[in-house]
């Protein structure tokens, strides 16, 4: 199995419409090929967000942000700024 671990950052006087997003993102990645499961974290003070996510291969961790769709669009809009995904074997 595979840990995603993603961190971004988006204007914090956003964050409510932020968080009503959420759910979407999570359902997005949720019903990607290959998701175990996955968990989203928002600092509405800071603007930061992490979402940690894990796979049954590399291959299905290593999704493009474009597959989630509109659920992406939408974060985009709120000009959210992402690190590169870090992926990580489970041990």
Known sequence: MYLR??????????????????PDITAAIQQLPGCQGVQVGVDRTTGESLAVSTFDTMEHA?????????????????DW???????FETI
Do not use: C, H, N
């Open 5 to 22: 671990m993603t961190r971004g950052r988006f204007d914090s006087t956003k964050s409510d419409e932020a968080m009503r997003l959420m």
């Open 62 to 78: 290593q999704f493009s942000r474009d597959s989630l769709g509109d659920a992406y669009v939408r974060l985009q809009a709120l």
């Open 81 to 87: 700024q992402a690190k590169d995904p870090e992926i």
